[in-house]
């Protein structure tokens, strides 16, 4: 028989860009205050409430950046870019000193000129593709580069004396020019060898794809071949204390996107994987409660990082929002008919996406702590303007582990 891990554990929900403002089209509510989600506020009466800024009043967090921050991080001293967290998401192996970017397959004409950031949004072909460049050698440097979902890959860069503070290649916009990487300080000398181990990536990515078989074959059936690799958002690879040893936790992590997971993976957190969990509207909910249950066994922490209302935010869908609140809903009924008595749920938002914005804001977002001994508030309803009434008054996210911890009875004292 299984033996099961034993003691208090804890759940931390996080809907993505859940948080919004007052929307005209729902008469002036935000989609939590729309939604009919009698489980979200059923974990809002039994437990206890407040306002959260994940990262500072006013700050528009990333969800990287929040997640460090709702993980006990400070970003602020230890974010040094994406690029990171997005290589360690979709498996590839980080070390501290590396350099990573993001990167897009991107169509461009015999001028470099981009005629396509995301080359036809490729779909089938990126690992032929990215086998194509993985594994060069420029200077001293090896270029490690794997393919992502879509048009999307990263690149990790591994050799002595690099630095990460340079600017992109890829202009944002098409008609424009392939930009040249240039170091921010031209003073910086490991930021001017990055800048210039990229550039010569680029131009090899070029020579390496524009004739390739796979592009070939797309030209060939009238689709944009993905002939060119445009690295950004480069980040040099922190070295983090593991979450596990920081908070006494056996901990792991279900989300959708590889952001997220790299960012789990990164402070040493398990990934486990949901083949129903697709980052998309689409996302089977039900099927990632389950896992978190299932996880719990021998877990006695999970993060949960549920995309879908940061989804219909950016796409400025209020009522799509307020729906896919409503499935939500439904998989904190789940959680909480499953959880035992010795069970802790946190829920709350990484940030803010605001339908009126169709983008992450500064506002800040709902929390509520809810499992056996919390002392309960006068909150009823789980949404923006409810809780602020509530007892965690205004807090800040890179509390959200203390309180937990010190909830499941897991917390080291401070002082005698």
Not at 148 to 173: E, F, K, M, Q, Y
Not at 293 to 318: R, W
């Amino acid at each position: 028989m299984e033996e099961l891990m034993e003691g208090p554990k804890g759940i931390l929900l996080v809907g993505d860009g859940l948080g919004d403002r007052p929307v005209a089209e729902l008469g002036s509510r935000t989609p939590l205050e729309a939604a009919e989600k009698p489980n979200m506020d059923r974990l809002a009466a039994e437990g206890e409430c407040g306002i959260m800024d994940p990262i500072a009043p006013g700050v528009r967090a990333g969800s990287d950046t929040s997640h460090l921050a709702l993980l006990g991080y400070d970003p602020y001293e230890c974010y040094t870019g994406r690029g990171p967290f997005e290589a360690a998401g979709i498996g590839m192996d980080v070390k501290q000193g590396d350099v990573a970017f993001r990167c897009n397959f991107t169509t461009v004409n015999d001028d470099m000129v981009v005629t396509d950031r995301r080359a036809g949004r490729i779909t089938e072909g990126t690992e032929q593709l990215a086998a194509a460049v993985n594994g060069m050698q420029i200077e001293d440097v090896t270029c490690l580069f794997k393919e992502s979902v879509a048009h999307r890959g990263a690149l990790v860069l591994r050799g002595p004396g690099l630095g990460a503070n340079i600017t992109d290649t890829d202009p944002h916009v098409e008609g424009a020019h392939v930009h040249e990487a240039k170091p921010v300080d031209p003073n910086d000398a490991a930021s001017a060898k990055t800048a210039r181990i990229v550039n010569q990536f680029v131009k090899k990515s070029y020579e390496a794809l524009k004739d390739h078989a796979v592009n070939k074959a797309r030209e060939a059936s009238g689709q944009k071949p993905a002939n060119i690799i445009l690295p950004r958002g480069a980040g040099l690879a922190p070295s983090l204390t593991p979450i596990n040893e920081r908070f006494g936790l056996t901990s792991a992590c279900v989300a959708e996107t590889g952001l997220i997971k790299g960012v789990a993976k990164y402070v040493g957190m398990k990934i486990i994987d949901v083949p129903e969990a697709t980052g998309g509207l689409d996302s089977n909910l039900i099927a990632m409660a389950k896992a978190i249950i299932e996880t719990l066994k021998d877990h006695n922490f999970v993060l949960c990082n549920v995309k879908g209302p940061d989804v219909a935010g950016h796409d400025a869908k209020a009522q799509v929002k307020v729906d896919f609140i409503q499935i939500m809903d439904e998989m904190v009924g789940y959680l909480l008919d499953n959880v035992d008595e010795n069970t802790y749920i946190a829920l709350t938002a990484d940030h803010s996406t605001p339908i009126s914005v169709k983008d992450h804001s500064g506002d800040p977002v709902p929390i509520a702590f809810w499992g056996p001994g919390v002392r309960t508030d006068k909150v009823m309803h789980f949404d923006e303007r409810s809780v602020t009434s509530g007892g965690l008054h205004r807090i800040r996210g890179c509390y959200i582990m203390n309180i937990l911890t010190q909830l499941m009875a897991i917390q080291e004292k401070f002082g005698a």
